[in-house]
């Protein structure tokens, strides 16, 4: 069985949502797997939503809830909504998950597996395999009553921005 699936299926067993991740070694000697696979099945767990996993932050280190999103999507999520309902990314077009991924700091597939599965549960998205332009998150087509007055997307908050750990504070010079 691979590491991801063990160690997912031993949280789920064992831990209810909103519950503290255990440790690594804990984690290690209870699903009979390496440090290191656990680490890794870790972060694969959190880049597709299973769990909030900051390892160096113990409140950050908890299983998510099905129905909620990852706690560092929420920006990148309202932001997607709002540029949908504005016709920023219009009906049938992919989402650029890629640019997307880039100004909110997170991975591609954080970004097609965590923040889209909130917009997907709304219905202002979709999964598809063959996709005119290839496989990718789609915009689906607004019903009347999904789309609200027109709000200028000047509006936005400024997206969260990951600095680099070789970069100055203050950005590049």
Do not use: W
């Amino acid at each position: 069985m691979p590491a991801t699936l063990r160690v997912r299926e031993h949280l789920a067993r064992d831990l209810k949502p909103g519950a503290t991740l255990p440790s690594v070694q804990s984690l290690a000697r209870g699903t009979g797997l390496s440090l290191g696979e656990v680490t890794t099945a870790l972060h694969q767990l959190n880049d597709l939503g299973f769990i909030c996993y900051e390892p160096r932050d113990q409140n950050g280190r908890r299983i998510l809830c099905p129905d909620l999103p990852h706690p560092h999507d929420t920006e990148a999520i309202a932001i997607i909504r709002k540029r949908i309902h504005n016709l920023v990314y219009r009906p049938g077009e992919a989402l650029p998950a890629d640019i997307l991924a880039r100004q909110f700091g997170l991975t591609t597939r954080q970004v097609i597996h965590r923040a889209c599965r909130q917009l997907i549960a709304e219905g202002l998205v979709h999964h598809d395999n063959q996709g005119p332009h290839g496989p990718g998150v789609y915009v689906t087509q607004p019903t009347s009553q999904s789309v609200p007055h027109h709000v200028s997307p000047s509006h936005e908050p400024a997206p969260h921005r990951a600095q680099s750990p070789n970069q100055p504070a203050g950005g590049p010079r």
